[in-house]
């Protein structure tokens, strides 16, 4: 595996790393697949049922690449009720959901009492559901909020019913390119994104990394920042062996946001690459996810042959991405399976532990609806 750029079974440097973008894409797509069939099985690629709830879009990080935030006196600037998170919540339930994945804009009007409320009405009023939410981004904020280390933050919120953190704001963990004037300079750096994971995580709560690309980033800072990654995955894991769960990739989504014309982008080429460059890069991180929302099922299909062993979720609910131009829609539990299956690979449903928890019915869920009706 990968003979042309490390000794055998031994770690990629940094230069190996950069050499694999300069290597035909279906070479390196096939070392990947195999570096992946290593790590879990190679019959099989998971999903979720969950579903994004964006509870504020209220936020005063302005982002040149979000669509999304709203200031506070903008028309459109909300705060979800508890009530309506709820409301969500019991939709999520309804098709067998097991996960919220929660976050919102840095909104510093809504008090650190807020938060944790929110999560004591949760845990009482929707008790199977796992409660990620708030981001590095976001608990930054409720430090400055509140005058209490991220550490503090964090172990309140767990101890109202946090269960982990999404990845959201890893993008780049190069801070030139991050921090740059036509991206985002008032960003979290990758130093704190980075520290207020590693809280987290010795806390106990579950984390993935995700990662953007098409900033106008070289190949040498992409794999910065993955190299950036699998350090903090190395002290991690020796630590108290609570790391990332997975890692996710997309592409910069431009449409109708101030960035678009100011980065090029990345296509479906960029981005299958880079899923296999992290694949082979992250030997410390299981479970790769491919990016149906942002790069369409086909382009997302091809990245299970190229690293990734994971279709993602069903996001019953996406305002973030889909706001900058992914052509994102809810995916029902049946179009993730037959995706997959569509693909060559066996699909199982899992928690966001990334246990299976359950083999879908593929025959009875894809029958056309004319046979599923007749009688047996
Ligand atoms: S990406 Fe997040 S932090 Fe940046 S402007 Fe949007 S909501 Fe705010």
């Known amino acids: 595996m990968i003979a042309s750029d490390?000794?055998?079974?031994?770690?990629?440097?940094?230069?190996?790393?950069?050499?694999?973008?300069?290597?035909?894409?279906?070479?390196?797509?096939?070392?990947?697949?195999?570096?992946?069939?290593?790590?879990?099985?190679?019959?099989?690629?998971?999903?979720?049922?969950?579903?994004?709830?964006?509870?504020?879009?209220?936020?005063?990080?302005?982002?040149?690449?979000?669509?999304?935030?709203?200031?506070?006196?903008?028309?459109?600037?909300?705060?979800?009720?508890?009530?309506?998170?709820?409301?969500?919540?019991?939709?999520l339930e309804a098709v067998g959901g097991t996960r919220v994945l929660m976050q919102g804009g840095v909104n510093p009007y809504l008090p650190f009492e807020w938060y944790l409320d929110l999560l004591s009405y949760l845990g009482t009023n929707?008790?199977?559901?796992?409660?990620?939410?708030?981001?590095?981004?976001?608990?930054?904020?409720?430090?400055?909020?509140?005058?209490?280390?991220?550490?503090?933050?964090?172990?309140?919120?767990?101890?109202?019913?946090?269960?982990?953190?999404?990845?959201?704001?890893?993008?780049?963990?190069?801070?030139?390119?991050?921090?740059?004037?036509?991206?985002?300079?008032?960003?979290?750096?990758?130093?704190?994104?980075?520290a207020i994971m590693a809280d987290a995580q010795r806390l106990g709560l579950y984390t993935t990394a995700t990662m953007v690309i098409g900033f106008g980033e070289s190949p040498a800072q992409r794999v910065e920042s993955l190299m950036r990654l699998r350090d903090a995955q190395d002290r991690a894991l020796a630590e108290h062996g609570n790391g990332y769960s997975a890692f996710i990739a997309w592409t910069l989504q431009t449409k109708g946001v101030r960035i678009e014309g100011k980065a090029p982008?990345?296509?479906?080429?960029?981005?299958?690459?880079?899923?296999?460059?992290?694949?082979?890069?992250?030997?410390?991180?299981?479970?790769?996810?491919a990016s149906w929302p942002t790069m369409g099922y086909k382009v997302a299909q091809t990245a299970l042959f190229a690293g990734a062993n994971d279709f993602g979720s069903t996001m019953l609910e996406e305002n973030v991405v889909s706001q900058a131009g992914a052509t994102h829609r809810a995916t029902p539990e049946r179009e993730m399976v037959r995706q997959i299956v569509d693909a060559g690979f066996e699909p199982r449903q899992r928690d966001s532990l990334y246990n299976v928890i359950r083999?879908?019915?593929?025959?009875?869920?894809?029958?056309p609806p004319a046979a599923a009706a007749a009688p047996a």
């Open 6 to 91: 490390a000794p055998s079974g031994a770690r990629l440097t940094s230069d190996d790393a950069v050499a694999l973008y300069r290597r035909p894409l279906f070479d390196l797509a096939g070392d990947a697949f195999e570096a992946r069939a290593a790590r879990t099985d190679a019959a099989v690629v998971t999903y979720l049922i969950d579903r994004n709830v964006n509870y504020s879009n209220v936020c005063n990080v302005g982002c040149a690449f979000c669509g999304f935030y709203r200031t506070r006196r903008q028309d459109d600037a909300y705060t979800l009720s508890f009530e309506e998170i709820s409301v969500k919540l019991r939709e």
């Open 126 to 194: 929707h008790p199977t559901i796992r409660v990620e939410a708030f981001s590095p981004e976001e608990i930054k904020g409720m430090t400055k909020l509140t005058g209490m280390t991220s550490t503090e933050v964090l172990r309140e919120l767990q101890a109202a019913g946090l269960d982990g953190l999404p990845g959201g704001g890893g993008e780049m963990l190069v801070d030139a390119v991050r921090h740059a004037s036509h991206v985002s300079p008032a960003r979290i750096s990758t130093d704190e994104w980075l």
């Open 265 to 289: 982008g990345a296509g479906a080429f960029e981005y299958l690459q880079h899923v296999a460059v992290s694949r082979l890069v992250l030997d410390n991180v299981a479970n790769v996810q």
């Open 359 to 367: 083999t879908p019915d593929v025959a009875a869920m894809l029958a």
